[in-house]
Nanobody, 127 residues
């Protein structure tokens, strides 16, 4: 069973940076079909995909964060990261990581196949 623990959230001023981490157990990072990603959910909004990374390290980003965030992973540490720069108040949300095995890595399918989500980590950006 996959277990995810997110951390690294906090309160920052607009323009600041944060690095989120997600330690994953019960999942093979180096698996040929591994697909991992970050999602966020603001109050009264639906959960939305932020970024994904597949087994080869290919990454995708939502238009709203492209150029400001970088997703990466450390296979040896079983840890997924999200470096967020130039943060905006609209980035305020609870951030969740996800990990599944799938051939074609995308936020839509990743979210649909996720089982139990972690507790998330809260990011608050003040203006």
């Amino acid at each position: 069973q996959v277990h995810l623990v997110e951390s690294g959230g906090g309160t920052v001023e607009a323009g600041g940076s944060l690095r989120l981490s997600c330690v994953v157990s019960g999942f093979t990072f180096s698996g040929i079909t591994s697909c991992m990603g970050w999602f966020r959910q603001a109050p009264e909004n639906e959960r939305e995909g932020v970024a994904t990374i597949d087994s080869r390290g290919k990454s995708t980003y939502a238009d709203s964060v492209a150029g400001r965030v970088t997703i990466s992973k450390d296979n040896a540490k079983n840890t997924l990261y999200l470096q967020m720069n130039s943060l905006k108040p609209e980035d305020t949300a609870m951030y969740y990581c996800a990990a599944v095995y799938m051939l074609s890595c995308s936020s839509q399918v990743l979210e649909s196949r996720m089982g139990a989500w972690g507790q998330g980590t809260l990011v608050t950006v003040s203006s």
